[in-house]
């Protein structure tokens, strides 16, 4: 699971937030 400021920088968004959690 991505941190929060990881999320803040790929994208708030539902695509942003699904890449971070691939990108963890």
């Given at each position: 699971?991505a ?8 994208g ?10 691939y990108a963890?």
């Amino acid at each position: 699971m991505a941190d929060l400021k990881d999320l803040v920088i790929i994208g708030s968004g539902p695509a942003g937030h699904t890449a971070a959690i691939y990108a963890a």
